[in-house]
C-alpha cells in the first residue's frame, strides 16, 4: 500500500513540475545563444535569362533541391519578451533535373544539377520568451549558383556574389535545450557579367526554407 501511495505521489510531482518547469520557461528572457541544425530545400528559380546559357528555357532548369542548413546566434541584448541577436549562417543545396523523353523520341531538356551555396553573418530581432521565439533576421554575404549540364565545359566557374539574405522563422522547445525550428529565407543575388570562363546570370532571387532542430 505504501508503495502504490509513494508512486502516485511520484507521478503527480512529475504531472505537477511538467507544467511548472513550461511556465518558468514562458517567464524567462531569451537564451543566451542558439545552435540551429536543418534540412534546407533551395528553389532554383525558372528565369530564361538563367537557363539560355546553358540551352535551357527556366521551365527546365532544377526546381526543388535538398540540402543542409547551419547556423548559430548570439543574442547580445535580452529584455523580458525581446532580444537582439548577432550570427552567422551557412546553406548548402543540390537540385536535380533529368532530360525528358517524349512518345515520338524527342528530347526536351538536358540532364542538369545545379548547387547552391551561401554563407553571411546575420542580424535578428527576437520575440519570445525562453520556452521559445520568432524571429526576423538578415544580413549581407556572398552566394553562388552552380549549375551543370553534359555540355558545360569542365573549366566553367560559378563565381561568389553579393548577396542580401533576409527572412523569419521561430523556434519552440520540446524539451530544456532542443527545440523545433524552421526558417524561410530570401536571398536576393547580384548580376553576373560573363567572362571567359563564365556565363552570364540575371539577378535573382533564391527561395530557401529549412526545418530541423535548435541546440542551446
Same mark, same amino acid.
Given at each position: 500500500?505504501?508503495?502504490? %501511495?509513494?508512486?502516485?505521489?511520484?507521478?503527480?510531482?512529475?504531472?505537477?513540475? $511538467?507544467?511548472?518547469?513550461?511556465?518558468?520557461?514562458?517567464?524567462?528572457?531569451?537564451?543566451?545563444?542558439? *545552435?540551429d541544425v536543418r534540412a534546407a530545400l533551395p528553389k532554383v528559380p525558372s528565369e530564361?535569362?538563367?537557363?539560355?546559357?546553358?540551352?535551357?528555357?527556366?521551365?527546365?532548369?532544377?526546381?526543388?533541391g535538398l540540402g543542409v542548413d547551419v547556423g548559430a546566434h548570439y543574442y547580445v541584448m535580452r529584455w523580458k519578451?525581446?532580444?537582439?541577436?548577432? /550570427?552567422?549562417? #551557412? %546553406? *548548402?543545396? @543540390?537540385?536535380? $533535373?533529368?532530360?525528358?523523353?517524349?512518345? =515520338?523520341?524527342? *528530347?526536351? /531538356?538536358?540532364?542538369?544539377?545545379?548547387?547552391?551555396?551561401?554563407?553571411?553573418?546575420?542580424?535578428?530581432?527576437?520575440?519570445?520568451?525562453? $520556452?521559445?521565439?520568432?524571429?526576423?533576421?538578415? /544580413?549581407?554575404?556572398?552566394?553562388?549558383?552552380?549549375?551543370?549540364?553534359?555540355?558545360?565545359? =569542365?573549366?566553367?566557374?560559378?563565381?561568389?556574389?553579393?548577396?542580401?539574405?533576409?527572412?523569419?522563422?521561430?523556434?519552440?522547445?520540446?524539451?530544456? @535545450?532542443?527545440?523545433?525550428?524552421?526558417?524561410?529565407?530570401?536571398? #536576393?543575388?547580384?548580376?553576373?557579367?560573363?567572362? #571567359? =570562363?563564365?556565363?552570364?546570370?540575371?539577378?535573382?532571387?533564391? %527561395? %530557401? *526554407?529549412?526545418?530541423? #532542430?535548435?541546440?542551446?
Amino acid at each position: 500500500m505504501r508503495r502504490r %501511495v509513494l508512486a502516485m505521489v511520484v507521478l503527480l510531482g512529475a504531472a505537477w513540475a $511538467a507544467p511548472l518547469a513550461a511556465q518558468e520557461l514562458t517567464e524567462q528572457p531569451i537564451s543566451r545563444y542558439v *545552435v540551429d541544425v536543418r534540412a534546407a530545400l533551395p528553389k532554383v528559380p525558372s528565369e530564361d535569362g538563367l537557363g539560355n546559357p546553358y540551352g535551357l528555357t527556366g521551365d527546365q532548369l532544377p526546381g526543388l533541391g535538398l540540402g543542409v542548413d547551419v547556423g548559430a546566434h548570439y543574442y547580445v541584448m535580452r529584455w523580458k519578451r525581446m532580444a537582439l541577436g548577432l /550570427g552567422f549562417a #551557412a %546553406v *548548402v543545396g @543540390r537540385a536535380h $533535373a533529368s532530360a525528358v523523353t517524349a512518345d =515520338d523520341g524527342t *528530347v526536351t /531538356g538536358k540532364d542538369t544539377t545545379a548547387t547552391f551555396t551561401a554563407a553571411a553573418p546575420q542580424i535578428s530581432i527576437n520575440f519570445g520568451s525562453a $520556452a521559445g521565439w520568432s524571429y526576423l533576421s538578415g /544580413g549581407i554575404g556572398v552566394a553562388s549558383l552552380a549549375i551543370r549540364t553534359p555540355d558545360t565545359p =569542365d573549366s566553367q566557374r560559378a563565381p561568389r556574389t553579393k548577396t542580401l539574405n533576409y527572412g523569419g522563422g521561430g523556434r519552440w522547445f520540446l524539451r530544456d @535545450r532542443v527545440a523545433l525550428t524552421f526558417d524561410i529565407r530570401f536571398y #536576393a543575388i547580384n548580376p553576373i557579367e560573363p567572362e #571567359a =570562363d563564365v556565363y552570364r546570370a540575371p539577378r535573382m532571387k533564391m %527561395v %530557401v *526554407v529549412s526545418i530541423g #532542430a535548435s541546440f542551446r
